[in-house]
């Protein structure tokens, strides 16, 4: 089995900051691709940031300039430094990897979900 977990979401003011880790765990060979996604109260889940594992990144529109993804393949770890936060930005963050080689299907590769963490941005 392999399981994604978030941390590092809170409350924060306008134009603050926070960093959120996600950390895979289980017998992992490899994740391909890892990401952030979010979804604000009465909107759809939307794309944050997605990061590889050579590191090539890709980050919405909305959020450039503004949010960083990183990753620690040795820890199997992604990381969303957020910074100049909005109120727009409040939303439940979710941590997603693909392409994950584990021992549970030696022939094929998995997509796993985190439970997601709280992000809300407000004075």
């Known amino acids: 089995q392999v399981q994604l977990v978030e941390s590092g979401g809170g409350l924060v003011q306008p134009g603050g900051s926070l960093r959120l880790s996600c950390a895979a765990s289980?017998?992992?060979?490899?994740?391909?691709?890892m990401g952030w996604y979010r979804q604000a109260p009465e909107n759809e889940r939307e794309l944050v940031a997605t990061?590889?594992?050579?590191?090539?990144?890709n980050n919405a529109d909305s959020v450039k300039g503004r949010f960083t993804i990183s990753r620690d393949n040795a820890k199997n770890t992604v990381y969303l430094q957020m910074n100049s936060l909005k109120p727009e930005d409040t939303a439940v963050y979710y941590c997603?990897?693909?392409?994950?080689?584990?021992?549970?299907?030696?022939?094929?590769?998995?997509?796993?979900w985190g439970q997601g963490t709280l992000v809300t941005v407000s004075s």
């Open positions: 997603n990897a693909r392409g994950v080689r584990s021992r549970v299907v030696p022939y094929g590769t998995l997509e796993v």
């Open positions: 289980g017998t992992i060979f490899s994740i391909g691709t």
């Open positions: 990061i590889t594992s050579g590191g090539s990144t």
